[in-house]
Antibody, heavy 116, light 107 residues
């Protein structure tokens, strides 16, 4: 079964850091481009970041550029999002999503709450 | 950035109704458009890619059309499991952007 499972969310103070993980299974992870997408409480979807299959090409939304870092470990079938200098507006459910002509497979999401 | 505008923001419909949701891009995006369905507390589900291609396993009651700046998602006969929020998303250029969503509710 093709599956993505996020972890690492939690409560963090403003200015703090958090590292999200996304574990992939059921497909050849190293062949696929990946993304992070987030959804603030009661709001719509916001694309956050993209990484190519090799990790050589990366893009970020302006709202997170310079604070978030996307990476992957193909040997461990894992995708990561290092989040630094967190703000209240980063509070959201964070999803990882596989890219195959569309974001065709999504994880269940992990919740990040930034609050003092 | 390319802005995606969906209409309506919400709609009420009955089981069996034909429903159409529109999505407009602020500039031409060719056919680089996807549609997603999201139910409360769940992850989005891919329905359509490349404006009109049905994702594997998605029932044929869902269809998409359009190119350039104007796109539509049609549900041919609304069923109880189709009540959800629908999002369009452009992937013509970064940053990828989503529409604000259309909530389909039971009349």
């Amino acid at each position: 079964e093709v599956q993505l499972v996020e972890s690492g969310g939690g409560l963090v103070q403003p200015g703090g850091s958090l590292r999200l993980s996304c574990a992939a299974s059921g497909f050849t992870f190293s062949s696929y481009e990946m993304n992070w997408v987030r959804q603030a409480p009661g709001k719509g979807l916001e694309w956050v970041s993209y990484i190519s299959s090799s990790g050589s090409t990366i893009y970020y939304a302006d709202s997170v550029k310079g604070r978030f870092t996307i990476s992957r470990d193909n040997a461990k079938n894992s995708l990561y999002l290092q989040m630094n200098s967190l703000r209240a507006e980063d509070t959201a459910v964070y999803y990882c999503a596989r890219w195959d002509e569309s974001m065709d497979v999504w994880g269940q999401g992990t919740t990040v709450t930034v609050s003092s | 950035d390319i802005q995606m505008t969906q209409s309506p923001s919400s709609l009420s419909a009955s089981v069996g109704d034909r429903v159409t949701i529109t999505c407009r891009a602020s500039q031409g995006i060719s056919n680089y458009l996807a549609w997603f369905q999201q139910k409360p507390g769940k992850a989005p589900k891919s329905l359509i890619y490349a404006a009109s291609s049905l994702q594997s396993g998605v029932p044929s009651k869902f269809s998409g059309s359009g190119s350039g700046t104007d796109f539509t998602l049609t549900i041919s006969s609304l069923q109880p499991e189709d009540f959800a929020t629908y999002y369009c998303q452009q992937y013509n250029s970064y940053p990828w952007t989503f529409g604000q969503g259309t909530k389909v509710e039971i009349k």
